[in-house]
């Protein structure tokens, strides 16, 4: 009965707006965005769009009814003591729907009304799909006041919720929720607190869903929240004429069209208090009461480090200059509009984003008129085009949206003087949006509100006033469109001349002077770029590289049970002997046999001191181990025993058993002497890596794959030694190969983080792009804390030409950068450099800027010819040139390059001579770790030889600083010259790092190395001099102290040269040190630490052939004939090269007359 009930008076509502909406068509119209009052509601779809979902099929699509139902309200007694009675009136899109019968509170300050009522949805309707994302349903419970004799009725609304119709664009066809209540103030002057103080029960529901299958998978949301502007102009104050502050954003839309979003009603606040977080977002309406009401439920401004945003002054030195405006006076919108995109749209959004990556939004302050009557003379027009004052815009990038799995871009935004130029250069965009609106635009003063009087609860009729407004408005579009229809010979040269003209606001200068930023956000509900699931690279990575297979099960039956039993009995008989040995002697065997009472005697003592001494226990636990083995093998018994008989009889049968047994182990230790075990190896894993790596720098690959090889051998499971060797094979360019041990590596750990970034490293390579790709991304999805792991996946995308995920990637690295730097730095440095920032940063702030350009990571036009010539000179020597280098440029090359490595830009030195000194820093930036991303992953590819993407890192390096090349970059580029044997070029870095940082001792190092290579010996001497005469050691002491010490040794120093090889022996010893202690003594005549140094060295490598010769010298020396030609034997088999050495060995043979069996 209720439910017919419901729906004969929802049928007789509808026809009586049918009605209605005949005499007043523009009551449902449906409007992309609120504009300000005065703004026609029947402006033209070509300039304002109807709806933000703008349908890519033109055919009609069926309306689809949305039903509401107010259940009840609760708390009423909580707003007003005394109501009794009350109605629900439902409005939505401005329009009633109903108002619900007068019912009576009760008590408890329920009302139950179950009051039903509906609206229809249709793309070319009044309520469009637009109006559902961003329109939410007014419900005003309104009091009915008991009217006295002779009068009319009284209503006086007592309070107002709304409820937010989103869920039925996400896919639900129905939900409940308790809207909560807020209270409607008796008059504007009242201040209410903004908590809800009763509920209202509602339930939505629609018959269908409102989208398809296809408009819910591939359509979005976009939502966008204008926060505040900030660091406004001085100019700005609330006294004098009413302002209104206004900003505006253009969404692309399917064809040429845009549709705007703006953003009204700015409210200017002086200084004090920040704005508090979290804070409710705003609904983008004026038919609202109650002020609490505007807030959209569960929709808050969170705020977040400054660090982690999106757009610009999000640096270390803007934090200050932050901090400051947001205390300072601003405007604050708090609004956030929404519109619903279809497919068609969606495409479009991604389109202009690739083709325009900043997107203009426009702020302006205009004058609020008070209302007058009649016709609006010249001179008022004339007025009315100068109302756009302070015209600025802000550049936001969204590219970001671009990016797998983003949907929100958030930050502060710099706001710039508006010119056309300028705005079309940036975005693309040909017309400023409140320019073509402003004749629309023109703002008058709003009355304050008074219950009962003019009351916006329901549409009034329009007033004469209001008509001709509308009919002049409706003229003026006519007159616009058959302008722009008409042919442009048409047009007045005074005309095409005023449009010719660029526009510039004069006033929006002080936006710039005073540093003013917007901070807003741009969100959408799906990415426009679907991100992998961590899941899902998991499972390609190990479709890739399969999993290790698990290792063979350990084998332990009854016969090793047995044997490990004889091997503890073993063990123990030898302990017991030697204890019996310390108490008594060892007996000569001719002494005799030992009487019966001495032997007992000495069986009491043994006994009492195993067991005072604890260790008759300790033999008793060892051999507990190996008999419960026995028992659960060899017998199978793993349960407790039934009867006591059973328990008994086992004992006796196992006793006998293990005293055979014993018998057995004791005769096998008494009948013959076991061979001594293999003695263990005493090199380790770090050991052969240093082996290794000495053999490496000395160009023996041969011992450097075979010490490489022993440590996988060593330890099959040990991921480090797989990522060595695979370091050591890209050295030798054996791509291959490095890939397999770099994936042996990732099947041990498909997590690790190194591994993956190896693997699509030879990918890349081996031009597997696919494969780099899913490595990389996972990379970053495992440690999204990883600098490296975004700067490489940077510059693999780069390398694909997809400069948006690179821009992104760089910019994610950046940021996580920035934040371990932040948190390495200490208190005390922080407190001593704030002072002094403080100016700093706002004037730099505040200074003209050239545009967001900055971030960007194209700056060539800012560098030298020379720098960029070099970065492509960088890109050659790594092999990764793009195709659309023009011919010829890349024979260009080498004319320009070479001078770029020994001199600065001179349009940076120009610019800037603070920031690229001539003098050299009296600071070493040694102890400071890598300061750009790029060096950062410099410093992980050097290590693994990836000297291609060093390269491409190299270039970027060269590009992102301001002031010069770094000392850290021409070291790495040096240290590539080098690898490739350019001494020239290296040369030249090298001098470059010298002058910028003469103190760091890894300049000094490198340039001894290429001293030494180059075989200038004395030059190098004086390097390595230097190098260790520092404080701090550079990175590669080990190989200085060798090539130090061995120059030593030709220069006959042999006393310096032991000290330097010693020192070298307590860093990291070798056989190479060792040896060099050893040479040098034995130059010194100390033929006894001469020995033990190379038998040390001769320990650690028996196959080198020097040592052996030295070791053939030591003996000669002595007199030991046997032990000289064994030594001499080992020296001519394993080849000695040194014939100097080999000469000296047989002089002295035949001095002494033996050492060679061949004499």
């Given at each position: 009965?209720?439910?017919?009930?419901?729906?004969?008076?929802?049928?007789?509502?509808?026809?009586?707006?049918?009605?209605?909406?005949?005499?007043?068509?523009?009551s449902?119209?449906c409007?992309?965005?609120?504009?300000?009052?005065?703004?026609?509601?029947?402006?033209d779809?070509?300039t304002?769009p109807?709806a933000?979902?703008?349908?890519?099929?033109?055919?009609p699509?069926?309306?689809k009814?949305?039903?509401?139902t107010v259940?009840n309200a609760q708390?009423?007694?909580?707003?007003?003591?005394d109501v009794s009675?009350t109605?629900?009136?439902v409005?939505?899109n401005?329009a009633i729907l109903?108002?619900?019968?007068?019912?009576?509170?009760?008590?408890?300050?329920?009302a139950?009304?179950?009051?039903?009522t509906?609206?229809?949805?249709?793309?070319?309707?009044?309520?469009?799909?637009?109006?559902?994302?961003?329109?939410?349903?007014?419900?005003?419970?309104?009091?009915a006041?008991?009217?006295?004799?002779?009068q009319?009725e009284?209503?006086?609304?007592?309070?107002?919720?709304v409820?937010d119709?989103l869920?039925?664009?996400?896919?639900?066809?129905s939900?409940?929720?308790s809207a909560?209540?807020?209270?409607v103030?008796?008059?504007?002057?009242?201040?209410l607190q903004?908590?809800?103080?009763?509920?209202?029960?509602?339930t939505?529901?629609?018959?269908?869903p409102?989208?398809?299958?296809t408009?819910l998978?591939?359509?979005?949301l976009?939502?966008?929240?204008?926060?505040?502007?900030?660091?406004?102009?001085?100019?700005?104050?609330?006294?004098g004429?009413?302002?209104?502050?206004?900003?505006?954003?253009?969404?692309?839309a399917?064809?040429?069209?845009?549709?705007?979003?703006l953003?009204?009603n700015g409210?200017l606040?002086?200084?004090?208090?920040?704005?508090?977080?979290p804070r409710?977002?705003k609904w983008?309406?004026a038919?609202?009461?109650a002020p609490?009401a505007?807030?959209?439920?569960?929709s808050?401004?969170?705020?977040?480090?400054?660090?982690d945003?999106?757009g610009?002054?999000?640096?270390?030195e803007?934090?200050?200059?932050r901090?400051?405006a947001?205390?300072?006076?601003?405007?604050?919108?708090d609004?956030?509009?929404r519109?619903?995109?279809d497919?068609?749209a969606v495409?479009?959004l991604?389109k202009?984003i690739a083709?325009?990556r900043y997107w203009?939004?426009?702020?302006?302050r205009?004058s609020?008129?008070?209302p007058s009557?009649?016709?609006?003379?010249?001179?008022d027009k004339?007025d009315?085009?100068?109302?756009i004052?302070f015209h600025?815009?802000?550049y936001?990038?969204?590219v970001?949206?671009?990016?797998?799995?983003v949907?929100q871009?958030?930050?502060a935004?710099?706001?710039f003087?508006?010119?056309?130029s300028?705005?079309?250069?940036?975005?693309?965009?040909?017309h400023?949006?409140?320019r073509d609106?402003r004749s629309?635009?023109s703002?008058?003063?709003?009355?304050?509100?008074?219950?009962g009087?003019g009351t916006p609860?329901?549409?009034?009729?329009?007033?004469?006033?209001?008509?001709?407004?509308?009919?002049?408005?409706?003229?003026?579009?006519?007159?616009?469109?058959?302008?722009?229809n008409?042919?442009?010979?048409?047009?007045?040269?005074?005309t095409?001349?005023?449009e010719?003209?660029?526009?510039?606001?004069l006033?929006g200068q002080q936006?710039v002077?005073?540093?003013t930023?917007?901070v807003m956000e741009?969100?959408l509900?799906?990415?426009?770029v679907?991100?992998r699931?961590?899941?899902?690279?998991?499972?390609?990575v190990k479709?890739?590289?399969?999993?290790r297979?698990p290792?063979p099960?350990?084998?332990a039956?009854?016969?090793?049970?047995?044997?490990?039993y004889?091997?503890?009995?073993?063990?123990?008989a030898v302990?017991?002997l030697?204890?019996y040995?310390e108490?008594?002697?060892k007996?000569?065997?001719d002494?005799?046999?030992i009487?019966?009472?001495?032997l007992?005697?000495?069986k009491?003592?043994?006994?009492?001191?195993?067991?005072s001494?604890g260790?008759y226990f300790?033999?008793?636990e060892?051999?507990?181990y190996?008999v419960?083995?026995?028992?659960?093998e060899?017998?199978?018994?793993?349960?407790?025993?039934?009867?006591?008989?059973?328990?008994?009889?086992?004992?006796?049968?196992?006793?006998?058993?293990?005293?055979?047994?014993?018998?057995?182990?004791?005769?096998?230790?008494?009948?013959?002497?076991?061979?001594?075990?293999?003695?263990?190896?005493?090199?380790?894993?770090?050991?052969?890596?240093?082996?290794?790596?000495?053999a490496?720098?000395?160009?023996d690959?041969?011992?450097?794959s075979?010490?490489?090889?022993?440590?996988?051998?060593?330890d099959?499971?040990?991921?480090?030694?797989?990522?060595?060797y695979?370091?050591f094979?890209?050295?030798?360019?054996?791509t291959?190969?490095?890939q397999?041990?770099?994936q042996?590596?990732l099947s041990?750990?498909?997590h690790h983080?190194q591994?993956?970034?190896?693997?699509?490293?030879v990918a890349v390579?081996?031009?597997?792009?696919?494969?780099a790709?899913?490595?990389f991304e996972?990379a970053c999805?495992l440690?999204?804390?990883?600098?490296?792991?975004?700067?490489l996946?940077?510059?693999?995308?780069?390398?694909?030409?997809?400069?948006?995920?690179?821009?992104?990637?760089f910019r994610?690295?950046?940021k996580?950068?920035?934040?371990?730097?932040?948190?390495?730095?200490s208190?005390?440095?922080?407190?001593?450099?704030?002072?002094?920032?403080?100016?700093?940063?706002?004037?730099c702030?505040?200074?003209?800027?050239?545009?967001?350009?900055?971030?960007?990571?194209e700056?060539c036009?800012k560098?030298?010819?020379?720098?960029?010539?070099?970065c492509?000179?960088?890109?050659?020597?790594?092999g990764f040139i793009?195709?659309?280098?023009?011919?010829?440029?890349?024979?260009k090359?080498t004319?320009v390059?070479?001078?770029?490595?020994?001199?600065?830009?001179?349009?940076?030195?120009?610019?800037?001579?603070?920031?690229a000194?001539?003098?050299?820093?009296?600071?070493?930036?040694?102890?400071?770790?890598?300061c750009?991303i790029?060096?950062?992953?410099?410093e992980f590819l050097m290590k693994?030889?990836?000297i291609?993407?060093?390269h491409?890192?190299?270039?970027?390096?060269?590009?992102s600083?301001?002031g010069?090349p770094s000392?850290?970059?021409?070291l790495a580029l040096?240290?590539?010259?080098?690898l490739?044997?350019d001494?020239s070029?290296?040369?030249e870095?090298?001098c470059?790092?010298?002058r910028i940082?003469?103190?760091?001792?890894n300049?000094w190092?490198?340039k001894?190395?290429?001293c030494?290579?180059?075989?200038d010996?004395?030059e190098?001497k004086?390097?390595?001099?230097?190098?260790?005469?520092?404080?701090e050691d550079?990175a590669d002491?080990?190989?200085v102290?060798?090539r130090?010490?061995?120059?030593y040794l030709?220069?006959?120093?042999?006393?310096?040269?032991?000290?330097?090889y010693?020192?070298a022996?307590k860093?990291?010893?070798?056989c190479?040190?060792?040896?060099g202690?050893?040479?040098?003594?034995?130059?010194?005549?100390e033929?006894?630490?001469?020995?033990?140094?190379?038998?040390?060295?001769n320990?650690?490598n028996?196959?080198n052939?020097?040592v052996?010769?030295?070791l053939?010298?030591?003996?000669?020396?002595?007199?030991?004939?046997?032990?000289?030609e064994q030594c001499?034997k080992?020296?001519?088999?394993?080849?000695?090269?040194?014939?100097?050495?080999?000469?000296?060995?047989r002089?002295?043979?035949?001095?002494l007359?033996f050492?060679?069996?061949?004499?």
């Amino acid at each position: 009965m209720l439910a017919a009930t419901a729906a004969l008076s929802c049928r007789r509502f509808w026809e009586r707006n049918r009605a209605v909406s005949c005499f007043f068509p523009h009551s449902f119209s449906c409007r992309a965005m609120e504009v300000p009052v005065g703004l026609s509601a029947g402006k033209d779809d070509s300039t304002l769009p109807a709806a933000a979902a703008l349908p890519s099929e033109s055919r009609p699509t069926p309306a689809k009814p949305v039903q509401i139902t107010v259940l009840n309200a609760q708390d009423l007694k909580t707003m007003k003591s005394d109501v009794s009675v009350t109605l629900v009136r439902v409005e939505y899109n401005g329009a009633i729907l109903g108002d619900s019968s007068k019912t009576d509170v009760l008590p408890n300050g329920t009302a139950n009304y179950n009051f039903t009522t509906s609206f229809e949805c249709s793309p070319d309707g009044p309520n469009s799909l637009d109006d559902i994302v961003q329109k939410p349903v007014l419900l005003t419970v309104i009091e009915a006041l008991q009217r006295e004799k002779r009068q009319k009725e009284k209503t006086v609304p007592l309070g107002q919720a709304v409820v937010d119709l989103l869920p039925l664009l996400q896919g639900q066809r129905s939900f409940k929720v308790s809207a909560p209540l807020y209270a409607v103030p008796t008059s504007p002057l009242e201040s209410l607190q903004p908590e809800a103080k009763g509920g209202l029960e509602v339930t939505v529901c629609t018959e269908e869903p409102l989208l398809s299958a296809t408009q819910l998978s591939d359509g979005n949301l976009l939502s966008v929240t204008l926060e505040a502007a900030y660091s406004v102009p001085e100019t700005f104050a609330p006294t004098g004429p009413l302002q209104n502050y206004m900003a505006c954003l253009q969404v692309p839309a399917p064809g040429e069209k845009e549709f705007p979003l703006l953003f009204k009603n700015g409210i200017l606040k002086l200084a004090g208090e920040k704005e508090p977080l979290p804070r409710p977002k705003k609904w983008p309406l004026a038919n609202i009461m109650a002020p609490g009401a505007l807030s959209i439920p569960n929709s808050f401004i969170v705020g977040g480090p400054y660090e982690d945003e999106d757009g610009e002054l999000n640096k270390r030195e803007d934090r200050e200059f932050r901090i400051q405006a947001e205390s300072m006076k601003r405007i604050v919108w708090d609004t956030e509009r929404r519109c619903y995109l279809d497919p068609a749209a969606v495409v479009t959004l991604q389109k202009r984003i690739a083709e325009c990556r900043y997107w203009p939004v426009e702020v302006c302050r205009m004058s609020v008129a008070s209302p007058s009557k009649g016709k609006t003379s010249k001179a008022d027009k004339g007025d009315e085009d100068k109302q756009i004052f302070f015209h600025g815009v802000a550049y936001v990038n969204m590219v970001p949206l671009l990016c797998p799995g983003v949907k929100q871009v958030r930050g502060a935004f710099r706001v710039f003087t508006y010119e056309d130029s300028e705005v079309f250069e940036k975005t693309g965009s040909q017309h400023s949006v409140f320019r073509d609106l402003r004749s629309q635009l023109s703002l008058t003063k709003e009355g304050p509100w008074t219950p009962g009087i003019g009351t916006p609860l329901s549409r009034a009729v329009p007033s004469k006033t209001q008509k001709e407004d509308r009919e002049k408005i409706t003229k003026d579009k006519d007159s616009n469109r058959r302008m722009s229809n008409a042919p442009k010979i048409q047009l007045s040269d005074a005309t095409v001349e005023a449009e010719n003209v660029p526009y510039l606001s004069l006033d929006g200068q002080q936006y710039v002077e005073a540093g003013t930023f917007l901070v807003m956000e741009i969100k959408l509900d799906k990415a426009l770029v679907p991100k992998r699931l961590r899941e899902e690279l998991t499972g390609r990575v190990k479709q890739m590289i399969p999993p290790r297979p698990p290792l063979p099960p350990r084998t332990a039956g009854a016969k090793k049970a047995v044997e490990d039993y004889h091997n503890h009995v073993t063990s123990i008989a030898v302990a017991l002997l030697s204890e019996y040995h310390e108490l008594f002697g060892k007996q000569p065997p001719d002494r005799g046999a030992i009487d019966h009472q001495t032997l007992e005697e000495q069986k009491r003592q043994l006994n009492f001191e195993l067991n005072s001494s604890g260790k008759y226990f300790a033999f008793k636990e060892q051999l507990k181990y190996a008999v419960v083995k026995i028992v659960r093998e060899k017998y199978l018994k793993t349960t407790a025993f039934e009867t006591q008989e059973q328990f008994q009889a086992f004992l006796s049968e196992l006793y006998v058993y293990l005293v055979d047994q014993m018998h057995v182990a004791l005769n096998q230790l008494l009948s013959e002497e076991a061979a001594p075990p293999a003695p263990l190896s005493r090199t380790t894993g770090e050991q052969l890596w240093l082996f290794a790596h000495e053999a490496e720098v000395n160009k023996d690959y041969k011992l450097a794959s075979l010490y490489h090889q022993q440590r996988v051998a060593q330890d099959q499971c040990n991921i480090q030694s797989w990522l060595d060797y695979g370091a050591f094979c890209l050295l030798l360019e054996e791509t291959t190969k490095a890939q397999e041990c770099f994936q042996q590596a990732l099947s041990l750990d498909p997590h690790h983080i190194q591994s993956l970034l190896l693997c699509g490293v030879v990918a890349v390579v081996l031009q597997h792009y696919e494969e780099a790709e899913i490595f990389f991304e996972d990379a970053c999805c495992l440690e999204p804390s990883s600098v490296v792991a975004w700067t490489l996946s940077g510059l693999f995308y780069e390398l694909q030409n997809n400069n948006i995920q690179a821009e992104m990637a760089f910019r994610e690295a950046k940021k996580l950068l920035q934040a371990q730097l932040t948190k390495e730095r200490s208190v005390p440095e922080a407190a001593e450099g704030e002072g002094g920032k403080k100016h700093i940063a706002a004037a730099c702030v505040r200074s003209p800027s050239p545009g967001p350009e900055e971030c960007l990571p194209e700056p060539c036009s800012k560098l030298g010819s020379l720098w960029q010539t070099l970065c492509l000179h960088l890109m050659v020597l790594g092999g990764f040139i793009p195709e659309r280098v023009p011919d010829g440029s890349a024979d260009k090359l080498t004319e320009v390059a070479e001078p770029a490595l020994a001199c600065t830009a001179p349009e940076e030195e120009a610019t800037a001579p603070e920031a690229a000194p001539k003098a050299p820093s009296p600071v070493s930036g040694l102890s400071q770790p890598p300061c750009t991303i790029f060096m950062k992953a410099v410093e992980f590819l050097m290590k693994v030889n990836a000297i291609q993407f060093v390269h491409m890192a190299l270039a970027h390096e060269l590009l992102s600083l301001r002031g010069g090349p770094s000392c850290a970059y021409y070291l790495a580029l040096a240290q590539t010259y080098l690898l490739k044997e350019d001494f020239s070029k290296c040369e030249e870095c090298l001098c470059e790092a010298v002058r910028i940082d003469y103190m760091n001792p890894n300049v000094w190092a490198q340039k001894g190395h290429l001293c030494y290579l180059k075989r200038d010996f004395g030059e190098a001497k004086e390097c390595y001099e230097r190098t260790i005469s520092f404080v701090e050691d550079a990175a590669d002491m080990h190989f200085v102290y060798l090539r130090l010490g061995s120059i030593y040794l030709e220069e006959k120093e042999y006393g310096r040269a032991k000290q330097i090889y010693l020192l070298a022996c307590k860093n990291s010893a070798s056989c190479l040190t060792w040896l060099g202690v050893g040479i040098a003594c034995y130059r010194l005549e100390e033929m006894v630490e001469a020995e033990d140094a190379l038998s040390e060295a001769n320990a650690l490598n028996n196959t080198n052939a020097e040592v052996w010769g030295y070791l053939a010298l030591v003996c000669l020396r002595g007199g030991r004939q046997l032990e000289a030609e064994q030594c001499y034997k080992y020296t001519v088999k394993l080849g000695l090269r040194d014939d100097a050495l080999l000469r000296e060995i047989r002089a002295a043979q035949q001095r002494l007359g033996f050492g060679n069996p061949a004499l």
